[in-house]
């Protein structure tokens, strides 16, 4: 099996719930048990979420892609924007770090993406935009 | 409104009836501030039942309340936590600081007698 679906959205908050059903839905046909279908959407959740507040700064009209493909051992996840960009990529991935404290972030984001998935890299470049891929293996049930 | 309130004894129950995610905590944390600001509220316990879903939003709320109840030296509990909710808890630590309780009878009898810090 080798397959892969792709959507483009507006960074709207609204769109975190919606992008996560469709990574849910996309992967069912591989078995996935309740916490690997979690997992993904997790993994989703909190890419989708840093594209909008940091890549997009809450401007809901930058545009976010999640490109997702399927084999029989698991996902390829891919999240892209064409926002500002990670200055420190280093910094950004420590635990706990923030750069919007004042926000109440957890700074926990990419702490729970490297939790919940096999592999996980990140391209950034200020003032271009970011790219997560990130792949996840399944047990199945 | 996605979050029903109730006050048991000196100890604020919040509900939230939606994901824990960026968009909801967004629209969740003033009502939960102004509802914990009330005098005859000493403690929080969230019952996380009617949560499917939370990522390091949910948590970012969930340690900023534990922090508002802090200042009036409350404590903070959680009752009704998914298998799945609470696998992204646990990342985050925040069972240290919150327990979680059996059930809502045996949270409000804790923490209303518990004290203050």
């Known amino acids: 099996m080798n397959d892969f679906m792709e959507v483009s959205f507006n960074a709207n908050s609204e769109n975190e719930a919606f992008i996560r059903a469709v990574a ?39 545009i976010i892609k999640v490109r997702m493909q399927i084999d029989e051992r698991g996902v390829h996840i891919e999240i892209w924007d064409d926002g500002c960009g990670i200055e420190d990529i280093e910094q950004a991935l420590e635990p706990m770090y923030t750069s919007k404290a004042e926000q109440e972030r957890s700074g926990l984001g990419f702490s729970i993406m490297e939790e919940f998935s096999d592999k996980m890299r990140v391209k950034s470049k200020v003032g271009e935009g970011t790219r997560i891929y990130v792949t996840k293996y399944l047990q199945g049930e | 409104m996605n979050v029903n309130f109730d006050l048991q004894k000196n100890v604020l129950i919040i ?18 501030d102004y509802n914990i600001g009330k005098k005859e509220v000493h403690h929080i316990l969230f019952d996380l039942s009617e949560v499917s879903f939370a ?57 209303s007698k518990g004290g203050r810090k």
């Open chain 1, 24 to 62: 849910a839905s996309f992967i069912l046909r591989l078995n996935p048990t309740i916490q690997d279908v979690y997992e993904v959407k997790t993994i989703v959740s909190e890419a989708v979420t840093n594209a909008i507040i940091h890549g997009y700064e809450d401007k809901p009209d930058g």
């Open chain 2, 15 to 32: 509900q939230p009836v939606c994901d824990l995610d960026h968009h909801h905590v967004e629209q969740l944390r003033e009502v939960i």
């Open chain 2, 55 to 111: 990522d390091s939003s949910g948590i970012g709320l969930i340690l900023g309340r534990y922090k508002k109840i802090g200042e009036k030296k409350g404590q903070a509990g959680f009752i009704n936590v998914l298998e799945s909710v609470k696998a992204v808890l646990k990342i985050s630590g925040v069972f240290l600081l919150a327990k979680e309780y059996k059930n809502q009878k045996a949270a409000v009898e804790a923490l």
